[in-house]
């Protein structure tokens, strides 16, 4: 009953390009952040569903990024940030901050404070986690950015926003 | 107006527990996978949230294990691994490979077959990536295995399984 054998089915690939793994990833759920980081005057955000738990001892989150982002420059050397996970129905949000808005415009949307590392956190998120980089590490075209959690805001009630299937689903 | 302040709202924490963190981690929703290794005699497998695109070229995704898991034996020196993507409504699955069943006893849930890499695909899964381990990077209690996909079974209709809030919820 539990053998393993060759997947017969017809949907399979054995050869994966980037539009086959993009496909594939349609078909994972994720959960729409928004990273910012800097402050007053050089903040700076993207919006990002590769945002991973890592672990609970020290709390730990990890978030990749894109090298070849506009947003690069602004992360390459910083020393904390913030990843504000959204809450339902804030699409404009994540549209904002994953479109070609520059910085300053980005962050007329919403209400921005600080928490404990003075990076930006957005007062409407469903949880906001205020994080230290601990390290950065160089993955193909992008850098997993390893986060410390030293601050969280978290609202009593709250949705969230997902983003699959190539469009936004609201949940709670 | 887009000047940062101080957050003054009252749920904050500016010392996170590990009680924190997972508290605000229930807030956001977290596809469901069953990541699977081994081949016939040694095949093993585990229920995770904790898997992250990281790039399309190579395609390439993250995967965190804990290293005081009882799967993590037989993850520690393998060369693939398989992330099997839950449809909607296979909560079984994903209760029997994130509970205290044996091994052989998980795997009589499901169809398993091989793809690529000969480790364990669910024919019944929504998506599965099938990978070659590239790295394993300890961070804090957990590894982060990252893996470049080498072959794609996927469904043609299928929803997903996501949990969020601390309960399953069915999307699509």
Known sequence: MSALKEVTLDNTKQCVSSEDF???????????????????????????????????NPPTLLVC?????????????????????LDAGQDNLSNIFGGKAVMPERFTQGTWGTLVTGAPVLEESAVSFDCNIVEMKSVATHDVIICEVVGIKQKEQAGALVYYQRAYHHLG
């Not at 994972?28 to 980081?37: A, C, D, E, K, W």
């Not at 800097?38 to 890592?54: I, L």
């Not at 602004?74 to 504000?84: D, Q, R």
């Open 22 to 56: 993009k496909q594939g990833m349609s078909a994972l759920p994720g959960t729409v952040n928004i990273v910012t980081t800097g402050s007053e005057q050089n903040k700076a955000g993207f919006t990002a569903t590769a945002v991973c738990s890592v672990s609970d």
């Open 65 to 85: 990024l894109n090298r070849g982002a506009s947003v690069y420059k602004a992360f390459e050397n910083a020393k904390s940030l913030v990843i504000n996970t």
